[in-house]
């Protein structure tokens, strides 16, 4: 009986659109889509990972899996550990990033090219 009143609360969220919201909105003009978003770098990056999943996954698979990595996961491992060796990012950078993954993860779309999976 004593979760009674945690099951309501989280029905409420959810209902409310509290829960996993994205701070933006995806309007389409002619054939030009439109994305708005607002708020800190992560919940920037939560909107865009959200509203442009598909569109992210697919330069993804077809620019960057294919062109960069050539299909290949040691290679794309190598190019993952040269970048973390040699680059330092800006911590707004990763959380906009971790925003981006955590929103695609939300929309039902993780980050994903062959055996590699990029999923918070």
């Known amino acids: 009986m004593k979760k009674t009143p945690y099951i309501i609360f989280a029905l409420l969220l ?3 659109g509290i829960y996993g919201q994205a701070n933006g909105n995806l309007n389409q003009i002619g054939d030009k889509k439109i ?3 607002w708020g800190d770098h992560y919940q920037r990056g939560f909107a865009q990972g959200y509203y442009l999943a598909p569109q992210i996954m ?3 698979n077809d620019f960057y899996w294919t062109m ?3 299909s290949s996961t040691d290679f ?5 550990g040269y970048y973390t060796q040699h680059f330092s990012s800006d911590q707004r950078m990763f959380f906009e990033a971790l925003g981006l993954t955590e929103g695609m993860a939300a929309a039902g779309t993780g ?3 062959s055996r590699i999976v990029i999923n918070p």
């Not at 794309?76 to 993952?80: A, G, H, P, T, V």
């Open 35 to 37: 994305l708005h978003v």
């Open 58 to 60: 697919e330069v993804f």
């Open 76 to 80: 794309y491992s190598f190019l993952e």
């Open 111 to 113: 980050l994903s090219a």
């Open 14 to 16: 959810l209902a409310t």
């Open 68 to 70: 960069f990595s050539f």
